[in-house]
């Protein structure tokens, strides 16, 4: 994928947000990992134990600082075009790590987040999968500038959802993780070479860079 705009490849982030080990959540982000650099993107596959940080401590903050582990994620965020966040649901929410990881990372400024393109997928054991925290997920991301995809991807029974391969069981379901991979990724070219995007609505006003907005809508 390489643009007159953008030289190179896309560059993505794919974080799976889950702490534990062999979680389904790495599972989906891997999958999804893999099916973005066979799209021709320069991926930056992540855990969230590669960001460690303490819970969110406004006098920790004016003390120290923010952690090593929130800068981190900062900077690969930095260095991307866009993120993907395959989130656990836990008790019809966001999973604490991941909202404490945003909170840290929105106290730096320029805002990380603002701007960033984001697809939200979650893997749940679940017969709904994990739609409710995606749902909520999206809340803090958008109030902070992302442009979230309005396509989230959410695997329910995922427990026994993957083949050994690492492609989805379920014929249908890969196809449309497929199709909204391709999408999100065409929609993130689209703008990285056009900047076709520049009408967006967010309500993070703390971040004063960049042009100017009103109260709503940055025009």
């Known amino acids: ?38 799209a021709g993107a320069d991926v930056d596959l992540a855990a969230m134990r590669d960001f460690d940080m303490p819970l969110y401590d406004g006098d920790a903050e004016a ?20 993120f993907v ?27 990380p987040f603002k701007t960033k393109h984001a697809l939200l ?7 709904v999968g994990g739609n409710r925290g995606l749902w909520a997920l999206r809340v803090p991301l958008e109030h902070l500038g992302t442009r979230v995809y309005p396509d989230m991807f959410s695997l329910a029974g995922a427990h ?6 690492g492609q989805l069981t379920d014929p249908a379901l890969q196809q449309r993780l497929n199709e909204t991979v391709t ?7 689209a703008d990285a070479r056009y900047g076709c995007l520049q ?13 100017p907005v009103t109260q709503r809508a940055e025009d």
């Open 1 to 38: 994928m390489t643009t007159e705009g953008h030289p190179g490849a896309l560059r993505v982030l794919v974080l799976g947000a889950a702490l534990r080990t062999g979680s389904t959540n790495a599972q989906l982000a891997s999958l999804v990992a893999r099916m973005m650099t066979e």
């Open 63 to 82: 003390a120290d600082g923010v952690p090593a582990g929130a800068l981190a994620l900062r900077d690969r965020l930095e260095r991307s075009d866009a």
């Open 121 to 127: 997928l979650s893997a749940s054991p679940s017969l």
């Open 85 to 111: 966040l395959s989130s656990p649901e836990y008790n019809a929410s966001v999973p604490g790590v991941v909202k404490n990881a945003i909170d840290w990372v929105s106290r730096i400024r320029p805002q």
């Open 183 to 189: 999408a999100f990724l065409h929609l993130v070219e």
């Open 160 to 165: 026994k959802g993957f083949a050994e391969d």
């Open 199 to 211: 009408r967006r609505w967010y309500e993070f006003l703390g971040d004063r860079t960049g042009a």
